[in-house]
């Protein structure tokens, strides 16, 4: 391990008067015998602890120490030999939860993850509200960047031993690393776009009030809404390495791209819309326990799953007949979501047999329903909802809607905002590829990082036309990239001299500059695309749901 | 000025669409644009300050940068061009007096210098007092550090503007260091002498509790006995520089010594004995208002001055006559000491008539006692109080003295003590110069550092063997080196790596370990010496006071 910090053990020569070097030297000295090469640092504190610690420990100590970007710092010092306990941490710093893990940094194991909400959500679910909750306002603020260290610390709590790792690394976008270190984020949103700090580095964590001995490593972005989440992402997926043509995107709120290899990386942001959290749609819910994450529509029923329940138990909204078969595959996606539930819950210990009703519907589920509607040709390719294609369908407040659940019903308008998303993210693909003179079956593999590329399903998001039609295998559920990305660089400080080389590599495409954005967005706004033939496979799809119909 | 701070006036470039560079990388491409090489760090508590102290400047600021060893760090950033207010702080840390300087660091004046008494003096005057006081006790130790620190904290109330100061550079000896840094000192005096740090360096303020916005930096010790003191002196006087072998004598309770020129340096230091800050002496007392500083038998008569008089005013101890003439000279190296004295009672305004009576004696007036009952006769070459010479000679408790001032005495065991401490000083350098080749009077300079270089006469010095007999104008009162060297490394941070070469080429002489030693000794316990030949000029102002004299 070359990681952001070390543990060498030490058994010292002991003073005599042939040897009078002070504690400090003979400490320095003995750390390069046993090859430190880099300075190191002792800071006073450390000083301090050296007599009589030295004495009682025999001389035989272990040190630890931290990398602060140009040397090693010793942050601890111990008697005798401590070195197989050494921990860092690895922060994703999300706006709505904070994953944190602790690591075996002698060996790269992780320990243990744990997750909290991000006590920020009390000024508001989206990132704007918040910003404007503190926006010039220094009390504010500071309440704020005292929820976003908390929220950490929530995390450290449930990590024995974190209080005694030595580094972290703190991966986030740039408002949530504005915060964390307590700046106005105003600027993150508000044009030109100049942030405060995009490179904050190495900071002492008890300057961040983070009960840590050593420093906090924060991911650097790249610009306001290309945060320090995508480049831990880059560096976990290793897309600046590779010869092959990688897409890299991160959907929420909004949508982050990159698209490259080793020999050049394009990037961008872009409003992707909320409805991909739940946030537009009438009935839409965060991905919680009572949400609808999977959907599919079999003989006229709708089935769907719902977040809390077991992951083979589906719910069925009758259309014309009762379902036959449960299909269990489509509901495996769901596992994990649920074994999150039941750990959240571990003390009430939900009864299983105690089944949970449907309360809305989240992210995963919104993209099932509009797949299988359109498979089912209950909608058409512009979306259009068509009530003669079954009961479910119905018209209320002056729209139609289709009743996906009892009394839950996705309508109209829900899917249009729906479908101006997905066009969004797959218009801002489109334009990055052909900005690298590729068409969009030219890039080999497809990351989706996030809980969006952990829960969709693969074939609904194709099937809509967000993602392109490729070999499923291509496309890649990157996962919390930027938490493993985060682990990496803990892991191994070389990653550092990636990240400077990312950085500057990367190019920055602005949409808005593009000429015929607005043009391509409409192009993308039928389902799968108006181009049909970019979707093959969804067309196979369509003729076998729905015989005889003529493309 | 190449200085440990910098201040830097900076316009920047306003945040555009097509320039929405971070504020950080902003003010870091702007600072390397105005020609900074090096790295630069900038820390959460200033990446806090820069919204909106950059709109309200209308993004014209100072940036103000300390170096911290190996970076500059970005300590505090100001609306428009303060960089005429651009402050340092060199502090001498002595055990007794602590003095600092406030520097202009643009142009290196000096803009103030104050002192105060170190507050480590309510547990002793002497080190070992105040060593043994907190040895092994944490909370003592706090005690100790904190009045330290609060000693430096009342010299920097003093001086206007410490506190916008950026950096600090300390220079004292190995024990202040320690309780500076909050260490036990016990290790500096107890064998193998191995103590707990001897190049601290580098230290934030804040975590020394001093309140600056920069870094302190501490001179780093050669070894125990030999402190960031004298390797400041060294600094000072360039003595590793020069052509010509210098002595650097700093004279104490202890005595330190340097020899050495560009191509060697050897250094040792030995217990010089307390006589010379008139710590055995029975009437003897620090110089102080008070105290005898200067000493003159004439006719018969012993004049003497006391601290606290003006400089021409003197008190005469009647031996056989009446005192004729007033010897202005003798009094003059008194009048800065009175200066001081009269700073110090500033508010109280000294009545100019009243005069002060004498107390006890101090270093510089023994020292002139001494050489003037030598060449009056009173005492023999072995320092034999001769009674038949003065009826101020006369027996007290059992052993002969001299009333040197109403009711004060000076007995045969005090002459004794302090011949064997200007022995043991004289030894020092003798073996010393013996050790690189060289025969006393092969020396070229002769820098007498510290209160003693600046009150002692170099005539009573030579006159009692203590210093060489050289030409006088090369004996050089080398003042508070300590303190001009703190200045010099403030102002020109080259200097740190001569500071790493000094350290390096130094070779510490361990006198104890000299064979001969006590056999030279010996021989110098004779007035001015048993080799009467080093002494020409003695041996003249024998002849001249006493006519007829056999030498």
Redesign the interface.
């Known amino acids: 391990m070359n990681g952001l910090s070390r543990k060498i053990y030490l058994e010292l020569p002991l003073?005599?008067?042939d040897?009078?070097?002070?504690?400090?030297?003979?400490i320095l000295d003995t750390l390069a015998a046993a090859g430190m090469k880099e300075?190191v640092?002792?800071?006073?504190?450390i000083?301090?602890k050296?007599?009589?610690l030295l004495d009682n420990a025999k001389w035989k100590i272990t040190v630890s120490l931290a990398w602060n970007?140009?040397?090693w710092e010793v942050v601890e010092i111990e008697e005798g030999d401590t070195t197989a306990q050494h921990y860092g941490l690895a922060v994703d710093l999300g706006s709505t939860t904070v994953v944190a893990r602790l690591l075996d940094c002698n060996n790269g194991a992780i320990l243990k993850e744990v997750s909290c909400f991000n006590k920020q959500i009390q000024w508001g679910t989206d990132i704007l509200s918040r910003i404007f909750y503190c926006k010039?306002n220094k009390e504010k603020l500071e309440e704020v960047r005292r929820a976003t260290v908390e929220s950490i610390c929530e995390c450290m709590d449930k990590l024995d031993a974190s209080h005694s790792a030595l580094s972290m690394v703190v991966a986030g976008n740039t408002t949530m690393i504005h915060f964390l270190?307590?700046?106005?984020a105003f600027?993150v949103f508000y044009?030109?776009?100049?942030?405060?700090?995009?490179?904050?580095?190495f900071?002492?964590a008890r300057?961040?009030d983070i009960p840590l001995k050593g420093y906090v490593y924060c991911y650097p972005s790249k610009?306001?809404y290309l945060g320090g989440d995508i480049i831990s992402g880059m560096i976990d997926t290793e897309l600046y390495k590779k010869d092959e043509i990688s897409v890299f995107f991160d959907i929420g709120t909004n949508g982050e791209l990159v698209i490259g290899n080793k020999e050049f990386l394009l990037c961008g942001a872009g409003a992707a819309g909320p409805a991909l959290e739940g946030g537009v749609v009438r009935t839409g819910m965060r991905a919680d326990v009572g949400a609808v994450d999977e959907v599919k529509i079999c003989n006229g029923n709708i089935d769907v799953h719902v977040i809390g329940n077991p992951k083979d138990k589906y719910q069925i909204m009758h259309g014309k007949k009762t379902l036959q078969d449960n299909n269990k595959d489509t509901v495996q996606n769901c596992a994990q979501n649920i074994e999150e539930y039941l750990q959240e819950n571990a003390k009430g210990k939900i009864e299983e047999t105690m089944e949970i009703t449907p309360q809305g519907i989240c992210g995963s589920g919104i993209i099932d329903l509009i797949a299988e509607l359109f498979l089912e040709g209950w909608i058409d390719i512009r979306g259009k909802l068509s009530p003669e294609k079954s009961p479910l369908i119905q018209e209320r407040d002056n729209q139609l809607c289709v009743e996906y659940a009892p009394g839950l019903y996705f309508y109209q308008k829900d899917i249009d905002e729906f479908i101006r998303t997905k066009s969004a993210a797959h218009t801002m693909v489109e334009i990055m590829l052909r900005e690298s003179g590729l068409d969009l079956n030219q890039a080999d593999r497809f990351y989706v990082a996030g809980a969006f590329g952990k829960h969709v399903s693969k074939e609904s998001a194709i099937t809509i036309g967000m993602y392109p039609d490729m070999d499923r295998d291509h496309i890649i559920n990157a996962g919390n990239s930027s938490l493993e990305g985060a682990q990496k660089l803990l892991l191994n400080r070389s990653l550092l001299n990636d990240i400077d080389q990312i950085l500057e590599e990367m190019v920055y495409i602005q949409f808005a500059e593009v000429e015929d954005f607005l043009e391509l967005m409409v192009a993308a706004q039928a389902l799968p695309h108006t181009d049909y033939k970019r979707y093959p496979t969804v067309m196979e799809k369509l003729k076998e749901r729905q015989k005889g119909i003529k493309l």
Request: with cysteine.
């Open positions: 003073p005599t008067e040897d009078p070097r002070s504690d400090q030297q003979r300075l640092h002792i800071p006073v504190h000083l301090r050296l007599y009589p970007g140009e040397k010039d270190l307590g700046m106005d600027c044009t030109p776009h100049a942030v405060h700090a995009d490179r904050p580095g900071q002492l300057d961040l610009s306001n």
